[in-house]
């Protein structure tokens, strides 16, 4: 297996993340997206949307979106679980996973594009847009360190891909000015918690 | 089982879909989004996102996000297949879906609130932006025309989930102004023989 990936974007960095808790290594294809390779054709052959992760097989078939990569390497290791053991445990994971990508992924993503310098140029920019999406970050945020109190995981009492997930998309927000409050302490306590698992330096 | 389920959102009607393709019914719960019951405390108590659909089970326990609740089903009533059989193709699905979720479905909705009339005074609106948001989701729809030209179903030869997704996405875009063009022939033969399936009226 190979994977496409981006030292510095988030979605690359939750299956390398989920590789590392799973004990596995695979071959890594660094994209410079900076320079714009994910742009030129050399890459385009290989997705042609231009993103990554592209998780390619050994049989040259190619996977992307992170959260079908990782279902996919889960069904091939299925220890430690992280997307869920039951029926009911993955659809619950899969939930809450969803839940983050709709009312913190994408809206993070569009404060970046709308509002940083790097985009200028790159993409017509609405900044009035990326001001109302950073908005709703800070406020699922809040949400998410209320929900902290009374949980050790943001799925439950157990480490899983939500994790992953949620600190990979916190720790890309400092791209857009979206930090954690000092007040968040809940907050504050579960992203010391997976930033110190060694899977975080993936 | 219950659904607690809205006649005009596109989410809770993939669930809609997904179970009369299965054969299945469940008692349906109508939430009057247009009237703010979702936002009222009777529904928060069910779901505090005030979001449908939800799946509510026999012991109490809700699933949200319509991925998540169709994923369920498909565990507890596995033919016909809608998200994959083996694990290589239950990924690449997964894959499509959340493609089509991100590039198709998210700007359709951003370009229904940013620029409808419905929503004037009850959320910011940014119409530039909205937009933006509508040129993505017809330039999709143009590389899915393109796709559908060599492909009988959204994900290959079987009908899908993806289908689904599609669909309730295409039918939903009307009230922001996008339809298929007359040109884009392979996109309504597609969207022909999804409606003329029996589940398109659920």
Same mark, same amino acid.
């Given at each position: 297996?190979?994977?496409?990936?981006?030292?510095?974007?988030?979605?690359?960095?939750?299956?390398?993340?989920?590789?590392?808790?799973?004990?596995?290594?695979?071959?890594?294809?660094?994209?410079?997206? &900076?320079? %714009?390779?994910?742009?030129? &054709?050399?890459?385009?052959?290989?997705?042609?949307?231009?993103?990554?992760?592209?998780?390619?097989?050994?049989? #040259? /078939?190619?996977?992307?979106?992170?959260?079908?990569?990782?279902?996919?390497?889960?069904?091939?290791?299925?220890?430690?679980?992280?997307? #869920?053991?039951?029926?009911?445990?993955?659809?619950?994971?899969?939930?809450?996973?969803?839940?983050?990508?709709?009312?913190?992924?994408?809206?993070?993503?569009?404060?970046?594009?709308? /509002?940083?310098?790097?985009?200028? %140029?790159?993409?017509?920019?609405?900044?009035?847009?990326?001001?109302?999406?950073?908005?709703?970050?800070?406020?699922?945020?809040?949400?998410?360190?209320?929900?902290?109190?009374?949980?050790?995981?943001?799925? %439950?009492?157990?480490?899983?891909?939500?994790?992953?997930? &949620?600190?990979?998309?916190?720790?890309?927000?400092?791209?857009? %000015?979206?930090?954690?409050?000092?007040?968040?302490?809940?907050?504050?306590?579960?992203?010391?918690?997976?930033?110190?698992?060694?899977?975080? &330096?993936?």
């Amino acid at each position: 297996m190979k994977l496409y990936d981006n030292a510095f974007a988030p979605s690359p960095r939750r299956v390398r993340m989920f590789l590392a808790e799973k004990g596995l290594s695979v071959e890594r294809v660094e994209i410079d997206i &900076a320079s %714009g390779a994910n742009s030129r &054709a050399e890459f385009l052959a290989v997705n042609p949307l231009g993103e990554v992760p592209v998780l390619e097989l050994d049989d #040259g /078939t190619r996977l992307t979106e992170s959260l079908a990569v990782c279902r996919y390497i889960e069904a091939l290791h299925p220890a430690p679980p992280l997307l #869920g053991e039951s029926p009911l445990e993955q659809a619950q994971i899969e939930s809450t996973v969803l839940g983050l990508m709709f009312r913190l992924y994408v809206p993070t993503t569009h404060a970046f594009r709308h /509002t940083h310098k790097f985009w200028q %140029g790159r993409i017509p920019q609405v900044a009035a847009y990326g001001e109302l999406a950073r908005q709703q970050v800070l406020a699922e945020w809040q949400r998410l360190d209320a929900q902290l109190a009374t949980s050790t995981f943001i799925a %439950g009492e157990r480490f899983s891909f939500a994790d992953i997930v &949620a600190f990979t998309t916190l720790e890309f927000g400092k791209v857009a %000015g979206i930090r954690p409050q000092p007040a968040q302490t809940h907050l504050l306590r579960w992203r010391e918690a997976i930033a110190a698992r060694p899977s975080a &330096a993936a």
